[in-house]
Each structure stands twice: as structure tokens, then as C-alpha cells.
């Protein structure tokens, strides 16, 4: 994981799922879905695309990407800010209710030319080996991506899954 790719600025990924994907921009390719995401679509709204991140194989880390190309909050419009909103606080709910993990840190980057918010778990795992606070989160990304084994990966597919049945019992925008 170089760089570039951390902030979803390359041309081309492997996902957690051994896909590979060539794409212009990430987040276009991820809202026309031509990239479909490791665990399929969490929630789609009007605006924005809720999913597990492709590359890296955390259970319950996931992305909002916002559909339009973007890549600041100014310069969205007040439909899309209120979305962003609401999937932030039912992706935050769900991940406590189901019990998985109870705290999270948001990041926006605006050297990602497309906007996309991660939603990162905060696991005790993370905290022993790491430490705590956003410096590490790159080191806990690529640690995840290169131990990854098949019961991670299980255990990812299952908390996407999961996420979307409770994010289909609520209308998130009411
Ligand atoms: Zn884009």
C-alpha cells in the first residue's frame, strides 16, 4: 500500500477478495458500480455509498463515498451534508448495537480527490499492539491487509452482511 492508494488515488486496487480493479477515480468507478465493494453495497441513499473499505479486511470498517465527484465538504449541498449525517450516526449505531466495536474514528482527507469519510473500529487488538489515536491507523491498515486469513475475512463479510440487514429495518433519512 503505497501513498497514493492510501488516499484512493491510484489507478488500480487488489481487493481484500483477490479482485482487481482499474478505475480513473475510486470513488466514480465506486458509485457507478463499476467497483463492486468486498460484501456488496451496505446502504445506498441519493447521495452516498456506504461499504466495507475494498482493500482493507477490518470487520466493521467501512466507507462512505459520496456519489458526486467531490472532494470537500464546501462543496456539498445541504442534501448531501444531512445524508452523510444520517449514515454516519446509523453505521455508528449499528456497529455498537451489533456489539462490535463501541468506538470509531472518522477521517475525511482532502488529498483524496474524491470524498469519501472512513469510519475506522476502534478494536482493543489495535490499542495493545499499536497503541492508540489516528497515527497508527495506517500501520493497523497494512497489518490487517497482510495477516489477513480466511476466518478474518469471514468475519468481515459477516459484519457487512449484518450491517445492511440493520440498515434495512430503518428509513436512516426520517
Ligand atoms: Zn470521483
Not at 84 to 112: D, M
Request: aromatic share 12%.
Amino acid at each position: 500500500m503505497n501513498d497514493n492508494n492510501f488516499a484512493g488515488n491510484s489507478k488500480s486496487t487488489v481487493d481484500f477478495l483477490g479482485n482487481v480493479w482499474n478505475y480513473d477515480c475510486m470513488g466514480c468507478a465506486i458509485s457507478r458500480g463499476d467497483i463492486k465493494i468486498p460484501g456488496g453495497i451496505i446502504y445506498e441513499g441519493k447521495y452516498t455509498i456506504l461499504g466495507a473499505d475494498p482493500e482493507i479486511p477490518i470487520p466493521g470498517f467501512f466507507i462512505i463515498n459520496v456519489k458526486r465527484h467531490v472532494n470537500s465538504f464546501s462543496e456539498l449541498s445541504k442534501e448531501e451534508r444531512i445524508e452523510i449525517g444520517n449514515v454516519i450516526v446509523y453505521a455508528e449505531k449499528a456497529l455498537k448495537e451489533l456489539n462490535i466495536v463501541k468506538e470509531v474514528t472518522l477521517i475525511q482527507e482532502k488529498r483524496s480527490k474524491h470524498l469519501h469519510i472512513w469510519i475506522f473500529p476502534n478494536y482493543h487488538w489495535m490499542n495493545e499492539k499499536f497503541g492508540k489515536g489516528i497515527t497508527y491507523l495506517r500501520a493497523i491498515s497494512e497489518y490487517a491487509q497482510k495477516n489477513v486469513n480466511e476466518d478474518g475475512i469471514k468475519e468481515t463479510l459477516n459484519i457487512i452482511e449484518k450491517t445492511r440487514k440493520y440498515f434495512n429495518k430503518y428509513n436512516i433519512n426520517e
